[in-house]
């Protein structure tokens, strides 16, 4: 059993309501700072509060998002949205001042400390007492996405399936059983179509507002601030959509014409695009949730005996929620414990091939709380994006070192591997779209419903449209933007995920060159925490923090020379 870090500074068994928490904040504001080591102290005080309430408001959000029909797990996640968090804020603003403040502040270790605190300097300035309403709003609007998704289900051939469950269906080599499954669950999702668009219409209206309250144009260059986003710039994520679509496209379009040809048919159409092309029956590495848990543990071990027993101590402790059911929230995370050091993983299992490469995804992310849990502050294990999306992408590619212990035979890993690496191209160019369509959301607040489907299909397009024909299917191209989760709940995260995936293909190159060396690396990236700037980080795993087109180029050439090997 993984027991929560021993407290030092706040009670053991404090009641997170206000009443308990309002004189822990004031003492930490009016307590006299008189050298560096107080200083210090005070940092890891706060930091000892800060983990215990993003701990307990973990386990509010895991809670509901395991059962969505649960009225009392949605109250109590709104509680702390809307009566914890809001009173939190402004004290948090002070202890930033308290903190700048400081006559020691100068005297900490410029290198210890300096992301940290360019982070708390970003903070302050970003920080308006105006937008703590919106934002409390903002967290509990967005939490509906997830009660309408999670409701969704279809019924094939009389029996009721989740849509990822129904979604095991475009794998059939059976063409028609193929398309009746694609139109169930198109057909489904339209019909909550108004309703998420009402839903995003008032989410875009709310954060425009906090944009505008902080002083910003548009909620596009406020989220770039409030992202961290110090390495990189709105005119750099254009050159990656540039990159992706001259480098990347042109070689799904090939695969495309090759999966036709194989497949004899003169259009593609949606329901196409998942099933094999051997003619073989879809892939099977595990044949429930409790098998993929037991067997990613034996490939991570393979890996290295450390990252196996991190899985360990995760099941050991209940710590998974896997299967697919109805009523439980759509996608897959991985949710830090502040405080125990650990964290939980949720997905929604369909007994599928994407499912064991959900699992090392988020076994991924799982290996990076438990390496950086004993950093000295909170904030250290705070993670940018783009560097918690490289240890996941990157053990993706890693793992299948050691796949062969989910499939029997090795033509079937060889299958895997080939289709893992085609779904590492497929990543970048929806990448791109998503990230390009919220470019143009935030930068026009005032489009209509109709302008913005309109705005996504022209977006789309030079992106290969998924590389099928749509023809008497406009209404779901036109809104195939809502199933991507991010849109609604994390606004602007997803850029992470191509940059990250770039970063991981060039990990798995080292790896593939010195295997030892290149998890070596990779590790020594990941105890770093964000206790470097992301540039540093890469650089320690022995990678460019790059995303232009000559470096997309190079990494794309590797993964076709790969697949090439594999065929």
Request: hydrophobic share 40%; proline share 4%.
């Amino acid at each position: 059993m993984i027991l929560k870090k021993q407290r030092t500074y706040i009670p053991q068994n404090l009641d997170i309501n206000w009443e308990a928490l309002e004189p822990i904040f004031i003492e930490l504001l009016n307590r006299e700072v008189s050298s560096t080591e107080e200083l210090e102290k005070w940092l890891r005080d706060r930091s000892e509060l800060e983990a215990a309430l993003e701990e307990d408001f973990a386990w509010r959000y895991i809670r509901m998002t395991c059962d969505t029909r649960d009225e009392k797990l949605l109250e109590d996640f709104q509680f702390f949205a809307t009566e914890i968090e809001p009173k939190i804020a402004p004290f948090s603003n002070e202890l930033n001042k308290k903190f700048v403040n400081s006559p020691f502040a100068d005297d900490l270790d410029k290198d210890k400390y300096f992301v940290y605190t360019r982070g708390i300097k970003k903070a302050l300035e970003l920080f308006r007492e105006e937008n703590i309403p919106l934002q409390t709003q903002i967290q509990v609007e967005q939490q509906q996405y997830q009660a309408i998704t999670g409701a969704m289900s279809v019924t094939i051939n009389g029996q009721e399936y989740t849509l990822e469950q129904a979604s095991v269906f475009l794998k059939d080599l059976n063409r028609n059983i193929r398309q009746q499954a694609w139109e169930a669950i198109t057909e489904r999702r339209l019909q909550d179509k108004q309703q998420l668009d009402e839903l995003f219409n008032s989410l875009l209206k709310l954060r425009h507002q906090v944009a505008l309250n902080a002083g910003f144009e548009n909620f596009r260059d406020y989220m770039f601030q409030a992202l961290g986003r110090f390495d990189y710039t709105p005119h750099d994520c254009y050159k990656f959509h540039e990159a992706i679509e001259r480098q990347i496209v042109p070689i799904l379009q090939e695969q495309a014409e090759k999966r036709k040809e194989a497949l004899g048919l003169e259009i593609l159409k949606p329901w196409d695009m998942e099933v094999d092309i051997s003619g073989k029956p879809a892939l099977k590495p595990f044949q429930n949730g409790q098998e993929l848990i037991d067997k990613s543990i034996k490939c991570f071990q393979g890996l290295d005996s450390y990252i196996g027993q991190r899985l360990e101590i995760m099941k050991a402790n209940g710590f998974f929620d896997v299967d697919s059911r109805k009523g439980k929230a759509p996608g897959g995370y991985n949710y830090p414990l502040a405080e125990t050091g650990a964290p939980f993983i949720f997905m929604n299992s369909a007994n599928t091939f994407r499912d064991l490469t959900t699992m090392v995804h988020e076994g991924g992310h799982a290996v990076h709380t438990f390496i950086t849990a004993n950093l000295e502050l909170n904030d250290f294990k705070h993670l940018p994006s783009e560097v918690a999306e490289l240890a996941s992408m990157s053990m993706e590619l890693i793992s299948m070192d050691k796949w062969d212990v989910f499939f029997d035979n090795e033509e079937d890993l060889k299958r895997a591997k080939r289709d893992q690496l085609k779904d590492v191209l497929k990543t970048l160019p929806w990448v791109a779209v998503i990230d390009q369509f919220q470019h143009w959301i935030y930068t026009n607040p005032e489009h209509t419903t109709e302008d913005r489907t309109e705005a996504w299909k022209k977006i789309f397009e030079p992106f290969g449209n998924n590389f099928t024909d749509w023809t008497d299917h406009d209404d779901a191209l036109g809104n195939l933007w809502q199933k991507q989760l991010h849109i609604f709940e994390v606004p602007f995260y997803y850029i992470e995920y191509g940059i990250a995936q770039l970063g991981a293909i060039a990990i798995w190159k080292n790896y593939k060159e010195n295997p030892e060396l290149g998890l070596q690396k990779y590790l020594e990236a990941l105890k770093l925490g964000y206790t470097k700037t992301i540039r540093e980080i890469y650089e320690t795993a022995g990678i460019e923090f790059n995303f232009g087109a000559d470096y997309v180029k190079e990494l794309a050439d590797f993964i076709k020379l790969e697949l090439h090997k594999l065929d």
